[in-house]
């Protein structure tokens, strides 16, 4: 616990802070009231912790508020944007103008912030994200060697939220001494009390038994509030400041009253809350100039990797490909960095640990943390691969679906999916993967069939924008392309085909080769059947796909290790739809039941995925 007692700071920087407080409280409520909607009183218990950030303690370039040289500030408590926005106005990042927007159509300043706005680097608003993506903003700046800070503004309400407390322990556990935790304790949630109320001591021990430097001060007490900043400025470990507030302080018919959470004063009670003010200027004249900025891209000036080196025929797992990819990609492009939830001897993301241990950082069981910490990595201009066990990440959607929101460019790798992983059992098969994956907006998601196509599309999610999710298999599956094979985006492979071809198959991964078996099977009996390797999942080029298959016959049969809503299926029947494409017939091979423990080849032949399955469905469409 750090000592309390205030240093000596001049009374005329107190006065001007606490002035500065006072201002960012009434654009808030004037924007909130101009609006219609949104939430004052949240802003209103944290005006001396922005006023204390922004303008005493954080170093930032107001014409270039994106620099990486700059100090970087994320508002968890998304709610509370309206005082983040006002807080950059009065920085000059925008005019003051601007604030006035709030919340209308076609305004960068949203009712909860995205990297839209210049100065955020992610979107927050989902609660509990916000120490996770600091975090990543700060180790990435150690990484860079920028002496920077980076501040993240929490409220009590969001700190249920375990996600926090996975951020803590590894802020911690790696001593990342530049990340400064400033909780916002109002006592005040949107339905009631929460959970602690005011008694900021316990989140002062829940910090310091995970190794912060904290302490508590009056979080309205702009004197405190500087000497805690400055203090903080000055740790040897992640710090915490913890700071009893009042949530619509200023305001007596507000402050500390239920019922006033997420509702904007109406022009009667905005009145009020201003005369109770002081002094108030009169309001800004509305700017209707948009200052949003355009999201910088993923970097691709890369020079292409190694390429693979496999032969024909020979066995090797897709995972294990993936793995040394990633280490040839990280030899051509110093800005990619590893992230692992303690699974890198299955993920194969040890290759590039062992070759590049600076930029490998291993997040233990905790992926909701690891997900949100790349989101901080991708803002500072790093491409982050984070990598688990496929059906893991399902734990990480919430912060995967931020991750779009905040237009980031990170890469996720799933691995053991399906039943085809064998013996551990349906808690570690991946069947909603796929679905999940597929909803997220502007993702792309690719399932290689091989080694070859593995070791490509780890380089090929480097350079492709947003979000990229990669699916790999645990068990070996033979070679099938040449090592100087490509793989666009969108895309397929036709690995087998003929002129005589009556049907189609589509497939990708463990059931690609089961789709290859099925076809030999079949030719014995005189059917000839093409068969589509659908690497990529999304998007997918729905005209190409059904010439493909038109000149198969036009009958089809879709074959996935993964559930059947949302998956490789449905993606390519609702492609082939929305292309105009008629089917002369289809059938969709999918895992219809919650899956047990077993061998991956009987696994595979119970649930209806093998060879004898997919060539039966082509003998009941002829």
Known sequence: MSDSVNVAIAPDVIKKIGEKARTLSIHSMRMTTA??????????????????????????????????????FVMSKGHAAPIL???????????????????????????????????VDAATGSLGQGLSVGLGLALAA???????????????????????????????????????????????GQS???????????????????????????????????????RAREAKAPYAIIARTIKGHGVSFAADKEGWH??????????????????????????????????????????????????????????????DGLAKLGTVHPMVVALDGDVQNSTY????????????????IAEQNMVAAAVGFSARGWTPFAATFACFLGRAFDQTRMAAISRSHIKLAGSHCGVSIGEDGPSQMALEDLAAMRAVPGATVLYPSDAVSA?????????????????????????????????????????RRSEQDRAAVVAAGITLHEALKAAEALKKEGIDVRVIDLYCVKPI????????????????VTVEDHYPEGGLGEATLTALATSGVALAGARHLAVTRLPHSGKENELVEAFGISASHIAEAIRGLL
């Open 35 to 72: 609006a219609g909607s949104g939430h004052p009183t949240s802003c209103l218990s944290c005006a001396e912790l922005m006023a204390g950030t922004f303008f005493y303690s954080m170093k930032m370039d107001p014409k270039h508020p994106d620099a990486p040289t700059n100090d970087r």
């Open 85 to 119: 926005y006002a807080a950059l106005a009065e920085a000059g990042v925008f005019p003051v103008g601007r604030l006035m927007t709030l919340r209308q159509f076609g305004s960068e300043l949203e009712g909860h912030p995205t990297p839209r706005i210049p100065g």
């Open 142 to 188: 150690r990484l860079e060697k920028r002496p920077i800070r980076v501040y993240v503004l929490m409220g009590d309400g969001e700190m249920a939220e375990g996600n926090v407390w996975e951020a803590a322990a590894l802020a911690a556990h790696d001593n990342v001494s530049n990340l400064i935790a400033i909780a916002d304790i109002n006592s005040l």
């Open 192 to 230: 009631q009390r929460t959970m602690y109320s005011h008694d900021a001591e316990i989140y002062q021990r829940k910090f310091e038994s995970q190794g912060w430097e904290t302490e508590v001060i009056d979080g309205h007490d702009v004197a405190q509030v500087l000497a805690a900043l400055d």
């Open 262 to 323: 997420g509702k904007a004063f109406s022009e009667e009670d905005l009145k009020r809350a201003l005369a109770e003010m002081g002094d108030v200027p009169p309001p800004p004249a509305i700017d209707e100039k948009s200052y949003a900025r355009e999201v910088p891209g993923p970097k691709t000036d890369f020079p292409a990797p190694a390429p693979p080196a496999y032969k024909p025929g020979q066995m090797a797992a897709t995972r294990v490909a993936f793995g």
């Open 349 to 364: 993301t040890d290759v590039f640990h062992k070759a590049f241990p600076d930029r490998f950082f291993q997040g233990f």
């Open 455 to 495: 070791e490509r599309m780890v380089e090929l999610a480097a350079r492709q924008p947003g979000i990229c999710y990669i699916r790999t298999t645990r068990p070996k599956t033979a070679v099938l392309y040449s090592n100087d094979e490509k793989f666009p985006v969108p895309g397929f492979k036709v690995p």
């Open 541 to 556: 080029d729905g005209a190409a796909l059904g010439a493909e298959i038109r000149a198969a016959g036009g009958r089809l």
